[in-house]
């Protein structure tokens, strides 16, 4: 069975705050998988990576690698709207 989303020691930074240290993971295809933490501990950044979004932030920058179905999500020539669109986010919205 081929690997839905796969990360490899990967470090997502803030300029020099690293908000993500060293997340490898694999999520098989169709299985529900949760991400509880407390408030500040990167949960949101990481979901962030794997559709792109972090890079809307100035000095926002990502180091290890990031699969989708064995294609790397940052590799040369990806484009960050067409990975977007195969990986969508729902926001929260605080009350």
């Known amino acids: 069975m081929s ?3 796969e990360t490899t020691d990967l470090n997502v930074y803030y300029g020099s705050f690293r908000a ?3 997340v490898t993971i694999t999520i098989e295809p169709r299985t529900v998988t949760s991400f509880i933490g407390p408030s500040g501990c990167g949960k949101s950044t990481f979901l ?3 559709n792109r979004m972090h890079e ?3 000095g926002a920058h990502v180091e290890g690698e990031v699969l989708l179905d064995g294609e790397n999500l940052y590799g040369a ?3 960050p709207v067409r990975v977007r ?3 969508g ?3 929260q ?3």
């Open 89 to 91: 986010m729902v926001f």
């Open 93 to 95: 919205r605080p009350i």
């Open 3 to 5: 690997k839905r989303i």
């Open 48 to 50: 962030r990576t794997l």
């Open 85 to 87: 669109r195969q990986v």
């Open 56 to 58: 809307v932030i100035p």
């Open 20 to 22: 993500v240290e060293d």
């Open 77 to 79: 020539g990806v484009d």
